[in-house]
T-cell receptor, first 113, second 111 residues
Framework: EADIYQTPRYLVIGTGKKITLECSQT?????MYWYQQDPGMELHLIHY???????EKGDLSSESTVSRIRTEHFPLTLESARPSHTSQYLC????????????FGPGTRLTVL | GQQLNQSPQSMFIQEGEDVSMNCTSS?????WLWYKQDPGEGPVLLIA?????ELTSNGRLTAQFGITRKDSFLNISASIPSDVGIYFC???????????FGQGTTLQVKP
């Protein structure tokens, strides 16, 4: 089982603010992912990374950006938060072939007022 | 885009009953994963399936990878209150290699 951490767990912020959601994993997994999930709904992939200095956009268009400077760290940034960004953001990681077993962090619940 | 149809959308059952849920798709998948998500938490992996026809158990949970590679089911036997949550299937597309998630099955168990 992977140890994967997300901070903050909850964030309430005003429109126009810049925010960074942190995600770290301690298992040395090379692949990491960000998903967006509305309450009770399916997960949608917004970003993924196959390794350091590798980032790709997912299937759901997102105004957020990501970086992968270190294997264990995969932060997500919103330059100017809007109410439409209100959602749960889930980080995941996996090892081996892409999209094999993915292990999820606890999520960040973002509310933009 | 590719979609997974997960059913039922919700279930309300009595403690001790068995539960069955499934996911189907028009596309072929080469991996099926089943997750459980508690409110406010991330999904937790329950079972992973990698071969058509594979049947795998994890305690009271049993899941199967359909022979056609287009479906999978999850069974929970003798349900207990802590089984409450949302269960998601996820399939790894043989076309794109990406995981696609079902819409989830919300399970409620009455003591």
């Amino acid at each position: 089982e992977a140890d994967i951490y997300q901070t903050p767990r909850y964030l309430v912020i005003g429109t126009g603010k810049k925010i960074t959601l942190e995600c770290s994993q301690t298992m040395g997994h090379d692949k990491m992912y960000w998903y967006q999930q509305d309450p009770g709904m399916e997960l949608h992939l917004i970003h993924y990374s196959y390794g350091v200095n590798s980032t790709e956009k997912g299937d759901l268009s997102s105004e957020s950006t990501v970086s992968r400077i270190r294997t264990e760290h995969f932060p997500l940034t919103l330059e100017s938060a809007r109410p439409s960004h209100t959602s749960q953001y889930l980080c995941a990681s996996s090892v081996g072939g892409a999209y094999r077993e993915q292990f999820f962090g606890p999520g960040t619940r973002l509310t933009v007022l | 885009g590719q979609q997974l149809n997960q059913s039922p959308q919700s279930m309300f059952i009595q403690e001790g009953e068995d539960v069955s849920m499934n996911c189907t798709s028009s596309s072929i998948f080469n991996t099926w994963l089943w997750y459980k998500q508690d409110p406010g938490e991330g999904p937790v992996l329950l079972i992973a399936l990698y071969k058509a026809g594979e049947l795998t158990s994890n305690g009271r949970l049993t899941a199967q990878f359909g022979i056609t590679r287009k479906d999978s089911f999850l069974n929970i036997s003798a349900s207990i209150p802590s089984d409450v949550g949302i269960y998601f299937c996820a399939g790894r597309s043989s076309n794109t290699g990406k995981l696609i998630f079902g819409q989830g099955t919300t399970l409620q168990v009455k003591p």
